[in-house]
Structures are given as C-alpha cells and as structure tokens.
C-alpha cells in the first residue's frame, strides 16, 4: 500500500501516525510545502488531560509532558466592568501549536515516515492511482486553491466579522471571553494561556467597527498597539504580538458533501473548517484521522474503505459545522445582546448552539468506534 499525505499538520500527522503503526509495512510519505520552523498560529485547545484523553493528540505522543500543556477548567465572561466566572464542566488542555505539530513530525520519522519540506503541491496527474494507492488531503485551508479534482471543490462561506489570531505574554489563567464597547464599536476577545508564559488572544469585530477604528489603514505593529489599548486593563500593560501569515481577515468555512474522490480523500481543515469560537478544529483532525485508520484497516480495498469513511465522517462533519456557523452568527449579532447584563449575556452565549445535537458526543461515540480496530487485513 503506497500513501501520500499532502499537509504536515495536525491531521495528516496523525493520520500517517496512527497508520503506520497499525501497518509497519506501508509506504507512507507527507508532503509539506513550508519549511519546519514555518508553522502558523499560536495556541489550540485539545480536549482532556494526557495522556488519557483519546481525542487529544498529545495522548499519544511520549514527550507530551515537555510541550508545556495548559489545563483549564474555568471560563470567565467580562462584559465592561462585570465579570462572571464559572466551571467549565470538562478539562480542556491547550497547548502551542508550533510544538504540537514539531513533536507530532519527530514521531513519524521516528516511525521512518519521510516528511518532504518546501515540496509544492503535485499536479493532479501525479496523484493518480499509478503513482499512490491513496493521497491524504491534509492541506488545511489550503484546499480552497488545490483542491486537484472538480469533484472535490470546496464549498466557501465567509463570515461577516473581521478577525486576527494574536499572541501575547500576559497569562490568562482561565479561558476568557471579553467584550469591550469602544467608542469605535464592540471588539470581542477569546483569550488563554497556552504555555507557562504565552497565551492566545483572538480578537474579532464587525467590519463596520474594523473600518471606523481606522485598522485598515493602520500597519501590522500600529494596529496591535491600538488592539493592546482596547484591552488594556485585561493585558495589564503586555503587548499583542502578530505573527507572519496572519492578517486581519474574515473567518472562511470551507465545506464539502462528500469526503473522497476516486483515491483521494479530505480530511482536517480540508474537509471541513470551524469557526475558532468553538475551539474544536484539532479535535476534529485527530478524530477524522483515527476514523479513516479504522476504514482502511476494516476494509481489503480502497474504494470500499472511502465508502465506509465517508458514510460516518460527513454527518459528524456538517455537525461540526453547523455547531461553528451558529456560534460565529451569535457573535456577528453581538450588537443584539451588548446591551444585557452580565448575567443575561452569558446566558445568550451558553445557549446558542442548544437547538443542535450535542457535538461532543457525536466526537466521542465516533472516536470510540474508529478506536475498535478489527483485525488487521491487506487493502489492495
């Protein structure tokens, strides 16, 4: 069984991960078209504690304790001078994503999974069935451009909001969502600590906001330093840092109907994007990976494992996405609700996606199936 997996981030890693061990003899190679030190963002929240929790991919990694993970089971709403702190319910774990995605990378070439740096995207006749018994699409948003085959277009929504994913040295203990009323509009901040000294701070604001505080006119520095400002008695005088590749933008759900074409299959943020307010993304990744590990292991052919992927994965899939548009339309409809006490406003907030299935359900009765390895077969 020869693999490609185009993508080298959480995904695609965990994919070919959890692939190889389970088939030592398959011939699985990544594809990343960044170099090793290029990984994009800040923090991610993974479910649970490791190494228990089977949808947090630090469970299985064996240097998991040297990432720094943050445990957090409180969450703490400000709404101008009023704050509500409460439980979680769940332990969320965040972590760098920078260090997750470099220990994820060292355990496949530990397992002798090659990873090819600074490797372009392959034209669509190179990923034919000649070549690769199976292509992984793990490029991320990346899809939307190289999505090779008409038949896995990407269906593009883009949200309403204006968004920029900050980090920052003050430490926020808890997770916080804060709402700041500025004379130049309502700015909302999702923010915690994903390291002993580092925490993410995603920032999000109408655009009519965006454009009446000047941030379109303002370089990248200036509009941290007028970000940092807005919240200043929350950072406590610590800077916004930005990173390269990320701008000020409106957040984009990319959406499919079916996850696989032929000998290609989607899986992560190819598949299926969501907004950050829910904070489920990787989680997403490690799931959708162990499920498709569970088809090609279940079944003796490669269309008939696609098949079984793809009739459980998009119902878990459009799920998630109809539990990430609900929250990123609540919070594009923040100017309906800013004027409620605290105790109103949070209230609105946690009721928001009751009219859906629960998704972190549907994630776990679908890890645990796909974690019910039936014995091992030869897919050819």
Wanted: glycine share 6%.
């Amino acid at each position: 069984m020869k693999i490609l997996v185009v993508g080298a981030g959480p995904a695609g890693l965990m994919f070919s991960h959890q692939m190889k061990k389970l088939k030592p003899d398959w011939d699985i190679k990544i594809i990343e078209k960044n170099k090793p030190q290029e990984v994009v963002g800040w923090g991610v929240v993974l479910p649970g504690r490791a190494p228990h929790h089977p949808a947090n991919p630090l469970s299985y990694l064996n240097d998991f304790d040297r990432l720094c993970a943050q445990y957090l089971e409180e969450f703490k709403l400000i709404h101008g001078s009023e704050s509500n702190l409460m439980s979680t319910g769940i332990t969320l774990c965040a972590v760098e994503r920078h260090a997750l995605v470099g220990s994820l990378q060292k355990h496949c070439k530990e397992l002798g999974i090659p990873i090819e740096y600074s490797s372009p995207a392959m034209s669509e006749s190179e990923l034919n069935k000649d070549n690769y018994d199976l292509v992984v699409l793990s490029n991320g948003i990346n899809h939307k451009s190289t999505y090779f085959r008409e038949a896995l277009k990407p269906e593009i929504q883009y949200g309403k909001n204006k968004y920029i994913w900050y980090g920052t040295s003050k430490t926020f203990d808890y997770l916080h969502l804060i709402f700041k009323v500025d004379p130049k509009g309502v700015f909302i901040a999702h923010a915690y600590k994903f390291s002993n000294d580092m925490s993410t701070f995603v920032v999000e604001c109408s655009e009519e906001t965006y454009l009446n505080a000047g941030l379109d006119k303002l370089s990248d520095e200036d509009a941290a330093t007028f970000i940092a400002q807005v919240f200043k008695d929350e950072l406590e005088g610590h800077t916004l840092q930005g990173q390269n590749g990320l701008k000020w933008r409106n957040f984009m759900t990319l959406s499919h109907q079916k996850s696989y074409d032929q000998n290609l299959v989607l899986l992560g943020d190819a598949l299926q994007s969501g907004h950050f307010s829910i904070g489920q993304g990787t989680t997403m990744a490690v799931v959708g990976a162990q499920m498709l590990v569970k088809a090609l292991n279940d079944h003796t052919d490669v269309p008939s494992a696609l098949e079984s992927f793809n009739a459980k994965v998009m119902p878990l899939m459009h799920l998630f996405r109809d539990h990430a548009n609900i929250s990123r339309l609540w919070f594009e409809s923040v100017d309906d609700y800013i004027d409620l006490n605290i105790t109103q406003l949070t209230e609105s907030f946690d009721a928001r996606r009751r009219p859906l299935p629960p998704l972190a359900a549907a994630l776990a009765q679908n890890l645990s199936e796909a974690l019910q390895r039936e014995p091992a077969k030869t897919v050819v």
